[in-house]
């Protein structure tokens, strides 16, 4: 009797079902943290462009009223309300001129002139008074006058008249010259009179006799161009 022997095919374990994962994204990942770059923004040029254009205006502007003027008076500013210095420049006749301005910009119209003498009010801040008129006291009294008005104790710091300063303490000298129409009875009651009249003109301060002579000829030219 034979024997049959079975064979059975040998068992194999399937292969793993598991699948290894690959971190896409650490957990912990060691990288140098993104600083975000930041642009210049122009705005900030801008704003020079535009503060440089301001000034270059306020110096043009300084210029401008520069021309013709008889005096330029520096009034402190300091402590005006908003309503006072729109009331003060009211007060003003339109000859008379009044602007705020830093005392650099007005250094700078100034330099090389003879209004350059004012560079010792370049102080604290100012007014600035320009005065397109011959008549000095008649545009220095609207300003004594807003004074006592409104109890203001804000003075001039200074001023310039042909070419010379005159500081807070010199400014009788200003208010007191003598008119246009004062100048040409002066000079017509000098000439009609005796010879002693006409040595006491000229033993008066040189530049009162100056304003004299320089009325005297402006009369003269006026009455030649009238014929």
């Given at each position: 009797?034979?024997?049959?022997?079975?064979?059975?095919?040998?068992?194999?374990?399937?292969?793993?079902?598991?699948?290894?994962?690959?971190?896409?994204?650490?957990?912990?990942?060691?990288?140098?943290?993104?600083?975000?770059?930041?642009?210049?923004?122009?705005?900030?040029?801008?704003?020079?462009?535009?503060?440089?254009?301001?000034?270059?205006?306020?110096?043009?502007?300084?210029?401008?009223?520069?021309?013709?003027?008889?005096?330029?008076?520096?009034?402190?500013?300091?402590?005006?309300?908003?309503?006072?210095?729109?009331?003060?420049?009211?007060?003003?006749?339109?000859?008379?001129?009044?602007?705020?301005?830093?005392?650099?910009?007005?250094?700078?119209?100034?330099?090389?002139?003879?209004?350059?003498?004012?560079?010792?009010?370049?102080?604290?801040?100012?007014?600035?008074?320009?005065?397109?008129?011959?008549?000095?006291?008649?545009?220095?009294?609207?300003?004594?006058?807003?004074?006592?008005?409104?109890?203001?104790?804000?003075?001039?710091?200074?001023?310039?008249?042909?070419?010379?300063?005159?500081?807070?303490?010199?400014?009788?000298?200003?208010?007191?010259?003598?008119?246009?129409?004062?100048?040409?009875?002066?000079?017509?009651?000098?000439?009609?009179?005796?010879?002693?009249?006409?040595?006491?003109?000229l033993q008066a301060p040189a530049r009162d006799v100056v304003m004299v002579l320089k009325a005297y000829v402006k009369k003269l030219e006026e009455e030649s161009g009238g014929q």
């Amino acid at each position: 009797m034979e024997t049959t022997l079975l064979s059975f095919p040998s068992y194999k374990p399937p292969p793993s079902q598991t699948q290894t994962l690959k971190p896409t994204t650490p957990f912990f990942q060691s990288s140098k943290p993104k600083i975000p770059s930041f642009k210049p923004s122009p705005f900030p040029s801008i704003r020079a462009a535009i503060s440089r254009n301001k000034k270059e205006e306020t110096v043009e502007t300084v210029k401008t009223q520069l021309e013709n003027c008889y005096l330029l008076a520096a009034i402190k500013y300091t402590g005006f309300t908003v309503k006072q210095f729109q009331d003060l420049r009211r007060s003003f006749p339109e000859s008379s001129k009044l602007l705020v301005a830093k005392n650099t910009l007005v250094l700078k119209a100034i330099e090389g002139t003879p209004w350059d003498a004012l560079k010792p009010c370049m102080k604290g801040m100012n007014a600035w008074l320009f005065v397109h008129s011959e008549e000095i006291p008649d545009a220095i009294k609207p300003y004594r006058a807003f004074q006592k008005e409104k109890k203001v104790e804000n003075d001039f710091t200074g001023a310039v008249f042909e070419g010379k300063f005159y500081g807070p303490g010199d400014f009788k000298q200003l208010e007191s010259m003598p008119t246009r129409a004062e100048i040409y009875a002066k000079l017509l009651g000098s000439l009609q009179s005796p010879a002693i009249g006409l040595v006491g003109t000229l033993q008066a301060p040189a530049r009162d006799v100056v304003m004299v002579l320089k009325a005297y000829v402006k009369k003269l030219e006026e009455e030649s161009g009238g014929q």
